[in-house]
């Protein structure tokens, strides 16, 4: 059977190619624009509040080694002392919670790291209890010198409470970093997705633009012209 691609083939071919293209762009525009949203999204809801509060828990932890020096060093009740009690019945539990909600949506193997930096900060507070904390409540406790000297001991570099204190900080540190990574990774991926969709639009814009000057040329050629002639024959054959 012959198949004869006709003038109304043509066309029409020409306007479906057309129609497809214009479908492309919106799809493709609008699958991207959504991966952009829920993208922006997570980094909105879950990256930036996840180091945000990461960052003010090593901040806090950091700061918990100048409120035990002022607990050796301060018979009488002191601001560092009510701080450090503040921190750790208070905004340690209150930053503890907003990280395990905001943890639900890590990948697994931070959420573990997570549960380790956890035991790390309970292990870190344990070694306050015993060595600093505990041993110097009463004024008698800051009377006794050997018991200031372990306090001391256990602060400074090489002692339990200095070595589980870095230890925790080297975990949020390594936590920040990660999900920095994954806010820099979502966002670059956000980037490549418009800069595909940009390369696309542009694409198919010059495909449109050439598709619609070859059915313009076989409309004028297939109809406009046949027509022309028909009326300058009529109008010698009239005259």
Known sequence: MNFRFTIGKKISTGFGILIILTLVVFITTYVTLQDSRATSDRISSVNTPSVKALQELKYDVFETKVFLESWIKEEKPHTDKDNLIKFRTEVYPQIKSELTNLSKHWEIDQQKSLDTLFSSITDLFQAQNSDIIDNLQSFSDYDDEATKLMAKFSLEDGGDVHYKT????????????????VSNAANENMYDQFDFLKKLVIGLGIALIIISIIVAIITTKNIVDPIYRLKILMIKETS
Request: without cysteine.
């Open 166 to 181: 870095d230890l925790v900080l080297l975990r949020l540190n390594l936590l920040i970093s990660e999900q920095k990574e």
